[in-house]
């Protein structure tokens, strides 16, 4: 639908005499022979004209032009000068040449023009490169894998702070190498990053964890500098050794960048526990018989949870990440817990999560995978109310036989519930017979 809405937004307006141009990341994909994700549209035509001729549209960026019509963004062409606060331009200025619009733009690889009618035939990737209007050496950017500021990228990364981390997404999401001069001026200004917003940070370190290319993009984030300046927590696994009889494939930070190295399309929070699956162990090395990391699940927990919400994570995503570092060790013992116990884990949220951040731990370190396999056909063998039936024994049954609620309550709750899991209990009645013997008769009947 976006495809065909930009061709037809774009014929509109040439039709009318105002120039229309696909730009930016659509026209990068079109070229990697990727669909793109969203169209976006420059055009001469004034913000007051394109809501003249699209009473539909709403305008999200007046000072700077832009409107948006049935999901597509059509942006007046400008130039921005005087920048301030390391991300706004102070002055704005509507023009009427395109070129004046693609130099004020990041990288070369996302200020490329093209006519969206060329898209209503069928095309070769030659002949979509000969249609392809490139001021600024884009095309030769994406044929020898460049990410590359326009102009100077010192002027660049201090007009927005952010490009900095930009540069490093889409270095990793396209497998491209920054080009020496920006990545330089990337090492010398990186400390500005702490300036930018933790919102926008976040997001630009999900879309380095989630799109693809996680591992590069957290090493060239430690080559650049702003991994320190972001997550000096995470920075801190480097040069921490583990037991090599555990750990063959080295300290904390190579395995990390190994687990990060083998996800899939992965949920924000399922990467963000692999990253921080380990992040107490720095905090809690010792040697003693072998090197060990006692308590670092715990340590880890806190760390992660004041990352988090320094980033400004949602709660749902911080307790989901939280659960999956607070679990990641319990997958040792499978093979000896209660059958109570294996069905509280199984039950999980997102349990599949919990088994991948496993299934890459054990992948990326000693390659015994008994515990995963056991855990996963356990898994796929339950059915769901095998995990969480209804339960025999609830708390108006325990207040009806004269149990008052307090500290001992939930203890019982659990003692009935682990009976009937295993099988121990199958009627309320047997569930209530337990509870007397194991806590004694209500107080009324003492």
């Not at 960026?61 to 706004?88: K, P």
């Not at 981390?165 to 190498?177: S, T």
């Not at 001069?181 to 990337?186: F, G, Q, V």
Request: glycine share 6%; charged share 25%; with cysteine.
């Amino acid at each position: 639908m976006s495809r065909t809405g930009a061709i037809e937004i774009a014929a509109d307006l040439r039709s009318r005499g105002f120039q229309a141009w696909l730009v930016g990341g659509c026209v990068r994909d079109l070229i990697l022979g990727r669909e793109p994700m969203d169209y976006d549209i420059s055009t001469e035509a004034r913000p007051e004209e394109l809501l003249r001729l699209f009473p539909q549209a709403q305008l999200v960026g007046a000072q700077f032009g832009v409107v948006l019509v049935d999901g597509i963004e059509i942006a007046t062409f400008r130039s921005d000068h005087t920048y301030q606060d390391g991300r706004h331009p102070g002055r704005v200025v509507f023009e009427t040449d395109p070129k004046q619009d693609v130099l004020r733009r990041d990288f070369t690889i996302n200020a490329l023009l093209l006519d969206p009618s060329f898209l209503n035939s069928q095309y070769s990737s030659s002949s979509l490169y000969s249609q392809v209007v490139d001021y600024v050496g884009g095309l030769a950017d994406l044929q020898f894998r460049v990410i590359r500021a326009i102009g100077d990228p010192e002027q660049r990364f201090e007009e927005d702070h952010l490009r900095m981390l930009r540069a490093v997404r889409f270095a990793a999401r396209f497998g491209f190498e920054i080009e020496p001069a920006t990545l330089a001026a990337i090492q010398k200004l990186h400390a500005k990053i702490l300036r930018v917003s933790p919102e926008r940070i976040r997001d630009e370190l999900v879309r380095i964890l989630t799109e693809g290319g996680a591992r590069r993009g957290f090493e060239l984030l430690d080559r650049s500098g702003l991994l320190n300046d972001i997550l000096p927590e995470v920075a801190a696994m480097k040069g921490v050794a583990q037991p090599p009889e555990f750990h063959p494939e080295g300290d904390v930070w190579t395995h990390t960048m190994i687990m990060l190295e083998g996800l899939r399309s992965p949920s924000p929070a399922l990467a963000l526990g692999v990253l921080l699956h380990d992040v107490g162990k720095p905090g809690t090395f010792r040697v003693a018989d072998r090197i060990r990391f006692d308590g670092h699940v715990e340590l880890g927990e806190r760390m992660a949870r004041e990352i988090l919400n320094r980033l400004r994570f949602s709660n749902a995503e911080i307790d989901h990440t939280i659960a999956l570092i607070a679990n990641h060790m319990r997958f040792s013992h499978v093979h000896q817990m209660r059958e109570s116990t294996l069905k509280r884990m199984l039950r999980l949220p997102a349990f599949e999560e919990h088994l991948e951040l496993h299934r890459l731990d054990c992948s990326s370190s000693h390659r015994h995978l008994e515990n995963y396999e056991f855990a996963k056909q356990k898994f796929e063998q339950s059915a769901p109310e095998e995990l969480r039936p209804q339960r025999l024994v609830t708390g108006d049954d325990l207040i009806a036989a004269g149990y008052a609620p307090g500290p001992d309550f939930s203890r019982m709750l659990e003692v009935a519930e682990d009976a009937q899991l295993e099988a121990r209990i199958h009627s309320k009645e047997e569930g209530l017979e337990l509870v007397r013997s194991t806590f004694g008769p209500p107080a009324r009947l003492s």
